[in-house]
């Protein structure tokens, strides 16, 4: 019964990036996908300029982000105009994804199965999104939502 599932329990939500202009690009820290089945990073991209936004997913070793690298192909999906539709368009699989220059609030999602994802075999289980340089009209946001291994009293910790 769909009743029974509670998104703050089950998919609690991480701030990976919070609100802010996107001049100059940034990255979120690290987090711990070690005991995650499947994990999501939702990101909204209000683009008030028609400099394009590219959306990176970063793999590491740690928390700290050693040996970060590009992740893995993935899955993506795209809302392309928040304001006249909620449809998420399936996009090419990649470990990125770059904004059009349509002046929209956007949502895109990547979809991270870690083993598929991630060099989990090479000790790659922490991700990070990074965001390149655009305008400072451009305001971007991403949160982190993960489907635990397990089930327990509480949820695992993903900075660790």
């Excluded at 008030?48 to 700290?64: C, F, M, R, W, Y």
């Excluded at 970060?68 to 809302?79: E, K, R």
């Amino acid at each position: 019964m769909a009743r029974q599932y509670s998104m703050p329990y089950q998919f609690p939500p991480v701030c990976l990036l919070p609100p802010a202009a996107d001049a100059g690009g940034r990255t979120s820290t690290f987090r711990d996908l070690a005991n995650a089945l499947k994990a999501w990073i939702v990101v909204h991209v209000n683009q008030g300029n028609a400099a394009p936004v590219t959306l990176s997913i970063l793999q590491g070793q740690d928390v700290l982000g050693t040996g970060s690298t590009a992740a893995g192909v993935m899955p993506i999906w795209l809302t392309a105009a928040t304001a006249t539709s909620d449809t998420l368009a399936v996009q090419t699989p990649a470990a990125s994804f770059t904004t059009s220059a349509a002046l929209a609030d956007k949502i895109v999602i990547f979809e991270i199965t870690p083993e598929m994802c991630l060099n989990v075999t090479g000790g790659f289980h922490t991700i990070a999104i990074e965001t390149s340089a655009s305008n400072a009209a451009n305001i971007t946001e991403a949160e982190l939502f993960m489907i635990g291994s397990y089930q327990g009293g509480s949820e695992p910790s993903s900075y660790v």
